[in-house]
């Protein structure tokens, strides 16, 4: 897929995300998020059938009766987007580069909050922050995170997860939906994985290739690590080493999943051979489900 390929798409995605939050969001749209929590709204006498939880001891005594106190729900959402644009996405054997599928996936997700009414707003990292667009609401927000999904050309080539994840900690202060959209073949980070969950209802989005699962060559070749440039020798044609290379990437997941999970962070992966939007459809309705 070209880039005008993918702008065609992602054009079309205002359609896909209207079935997205109609077909799998619908109703109780909210409830599929930790969201932004409860709000403190009154204290009132307390009635028949209030949970005795809410009951104002302080304002009980004053009052010589008891009185509780009422929430209710904070009336918008801010969805925020952890957009990794390192070098290591810049492949891809499947239907889609891993690039792609992480601008697809981003701009769903977009789309789907402007649907709601929420706000949106995004990180985009490589070994550095390198764009920064704070939570809006609106179309004109939808129209600039897809320019700048498109468009933005990194200027690091390596990937720091944990530095864009200290800025949403430090900067993003009211609770959210953090969604995470990465390779994660970066340096560990999970106290800033922790940090962030503490304080919103996070999702990690792995972007993953069938050449992570299998190695792609039969023969002897060459590896170059597209962020440090470095090069180390494969031999495609021995199956021991087709064995180990799988065994490591099939660790590496599941460590990944474990450690997210540790830290109450749904999980989905995806791959350069899968539809993300079939992917993401399929996630929600497994977290309806839960």
Not at 29 to 36: A, C, E, N, T, V
Not at 262 to 275: A, C, E, F, K, Y
Not at 278 to 286: G, P
Request: glycine share 6%.
């Amino acid at each position: 897929m070209d880039s005008l390929e993918l702008f065609a798409r992602i054009k079309n995605l205002p359609l896909v995300s209207s079935r997205l939050v109609e077909g799998v969001l619908s109703g109780n749209y909210r409830s599929l998020f930790k969201g932004p929590g409860l709000e403190f709204d009154e204290v009132r006498e307390y009635a028949e059938g209030d949970d005795s939880r809410f009951i104002d001891w302080n304002v009980s005594s004053r009052m010589g009766q008891p009185y509780v106190k009422t929430f209710r729900e904070e009336r918008e959402m801010a969805l925020f987007l952890v957009i990794d644009v390192s070098a290591s996405l810049g492949f891809g054997n499947g239907k889609l580069s891993k690039q792609e599928t992480v601008a697809t996936l981003a701009a769903l997700l977009a789309f789907s909050a402007v649907h709601n009414n929420d706000r949106v707003g995004a990180a985009f990292f490589s070994d550095r922050i390198e764009k920064w667009v704070p939570p809006r609401k609106g179309r004109n927000q939808i129209f600039r995170l897809a320019g700048d999904i498109m468009e933005v050309e990194p200027k690091g080539k390596g990937s720091d997860l944990a530095l864009a994840l200290r800025g949403v900690h430090e900067s993003v202060k009211r609770r959210g939906i953090c969604v995470i959209i990465s390779d994660f073949r970066t340096a560990p980070c999970w106290r800033e994985m922790s940090l962030v969950a503490k304080r919103h209802d996070v999702i990690a989005i792995r972007i993953e290739d069938p050449s992570d699962k299998d190695f792609p060559v039969p023969g002897f070749a060459q590896l170059r690590d597209p962020e440090t440039d470095g090069v180390l020798p494969a031999f495609g044609a021995s199956s021991r080493f087709r064995r180990e290379y799988r065994e490591f990437w099939e660790t590496h997941r599941i460590y990944w999943d474990r450690e997210c999970r540790r830290r109450g962070i749904s999980t989905l992966t995806v791959s350069t051979d899968d539809d993300p939007i079939e992917s993401l459809f399929a996630f929600f309705r497994r977290r309806r489900r839960r």
